[in-house]
C-alpha cells in the first residue's frame, strides 16, 4: 500500500480524515500514550506509520 501512496503523492494532493490523518505522520512512540489511551505497550502495536509527514494530526 505504501508503494502506491508514495507514487500518489507525486501527482496528486492526498488528505486523511480520522484515522486517515494519523497514518500520515510518524509512528507515535510514546509508552505513556498507549498505556492510557490503549491499555497497550507500544511494542503491542502492530500497525505502523506511512511517516509521509514529519508531524501528527490527532483529531480526536
Known sequence: MKDIIDKMIKRKVIM????????????IE??????????KNVKDI???DYG???????PH
Do not use: H, L, M, P
Request: aromatic share 16%; charged share 25%; hydrophobic share 35%.
Open 46 to 48: 502492530v500497525d505502523r
Open 52 to 58: 509521509i509527514v514529519d508531524f501528527n494530526i490527532i
Open 30 to 39: 510514546s509508552e505513556t500514550y498507549f498505556k492510557e489511551r490503549y491499555n
Open 16 to 27: 486523511g480524515t480520522s484515522a486517515g490523518s494519523i497514518i500520515w505522520g510518524k509512528q
